[in-house]
């Protein structure tokens, strides 16, 4: 079955006058509609496993915004949560993993159906795709190995980059295990995403950043390309969007996947460059600073208008370079999109 929509039409590589738009984070804290449902849930896990309510907060910013994707309301973070993590979110302080995982206590980790604790997800992925117009894609994800392992050995968002690429330097045979079994993971999670109706995927690998070529390429462009490998081995047509954050001109590397049909660029990536570089291997998506939505106005406008002007050309899809934070006004988000849909006048 194939659905009219602008998302995939991008993706498959059309040219279109109007780019098609989705954001990261679109779902979130700075609505109103959901703080609302996140009060009622509980805990945010309670939340991403109540398929009724995570179904519901996905819709949500497609109804306020019409926008073209949906993306599945769920986290990275359930599959250290799938595997034994116990995962808690504290209030203004972020996730915390417990316990950490270490050399001694990695094999407890292993063989674990991580499907059976996460078919709420794909309930939700149901659900979602039944309550969304055939021209709406949905998109599902998962985090990339790297940036999961980083959580899954700090045990919460790392402050200092530095001792996960020393842990790596010193114990690599050790981070080498956890991200093959993380890549193991990631396939069969989104293989069951896209089994219950995810039109896409994309792999987030926030922590890509800073590291060293060859360090790059073991830890986060090679478990990439493995784990689209095995997503296309068995969804070939479904496309893969991959947003490695704060990797720079190695984003080169990921765009000549022959599996990547979609690099998402960051806020901190000159889009002239990325249109000259990236454009001929894959279809860009993103790019626009989060804050300056906050900002809102002229600033904004003034901002987006170079994203037009400069993949008017090629497929492209409409995005931030990283996720909206809650201090966002709804209101900005709803003249940006204006604004983009009236070919940026
Ligand atoms: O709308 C969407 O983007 C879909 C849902 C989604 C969430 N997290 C919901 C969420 C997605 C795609 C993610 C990805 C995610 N989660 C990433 C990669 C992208 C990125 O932002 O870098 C990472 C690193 C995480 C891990 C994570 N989850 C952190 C560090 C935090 C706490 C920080 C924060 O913003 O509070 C979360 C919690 C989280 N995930 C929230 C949401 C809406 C906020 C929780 C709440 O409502 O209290």
Request: with cysteine; net charge negative; aromatic share 10%.
């Amino acid at each position: 079955m194939k659905r009219q929509s602008t998302f995939l039409q991008a993706l498959s590589g059309e040219v279109q006058a109007i780019p098609p738009i989705w954001f990261m984070r679109q779902a979130g804290r700075y609505l109103p509609e959901y703080r609302q449902l996140r009060a009622q849930a509980g805990s945010f896990l309670d939340l991403c496993f109540d398929s009724d309510l995570a179904s519901e907060v996905t819709l949500q910013p497609i109804r306020r915004f019409d926008l073209d994707a949906a993306i599945l309301f769920a986290d990275i973070l359930l599959i250290p949560y799938a595997m034994g993590q116990k995962l808690t979110f504290e209030e203004g302080e972020g996730p915390r993993l417990d316990p950490v995982i270490t050399p001694q206590n990695i094999d407890t980790f292993r063989r674990r159906d991580i499907l059976e604790t996460l078919s709420p997800v794909f309930e939700t992925v149901r659900k979602t795709r039944a309550g969304l117009e055939d021209d709406k894609a949905l998109i599902g994800f998962a985090g990339a190995p790297w940036t999961v392992a980083t959580y899954m050995l700090a045990g919460r968002s790392s402050r200092d980059p530095a001792a996960l690429r020393q842990w790596y330097y010193r114990d690599r045979s050790f981070v080498t295990a956890l991200i093959d079994l993380l890549v193991d993971h990631t396939v069969e999670y989104l293989n069951a995403q896209i089994e219950a109706g995810a039109d896409a995927v994309q792999l987030f690998d926030t922590w890509a950043g800073g590291l060293p070529w060859p360090v790059l390429d073991a830890v986060s462009v090679g478990p990439l390309d493995r784990i689209a490998k095995g997503v296309k081995s068995a969804h070939p047509e479904i496309p893969i969007i991959l947003f490695p954050k704060g990797v720079g001109e190695k984003a080169v590397e990921y765009a000549m996947l022959a599996t990547c049909d979609g690099i998402g660029i960051d806020y901190g990536m000159d889009p002239a460059w990325a249109r000259a570089n990236l454009s001929g291997h894959t279809v860009v998506q993103g790019g626009l600073d989060p804050l300056i939505v906050v900002a809102g106005g002229d600033q904004m406008t003034k901002a987006a208008t170079p994203f037009l002007k400069l993949f008017h050309d090629v497929p492209y899809v409409f995005n931030l370079g990283h996720g909206f934070i809650p201090a966002t006004p709804p209101e900005h988000v709803a003249a940006l999109i204006d604004f983009i849909r009236k070919g940026g006048a």
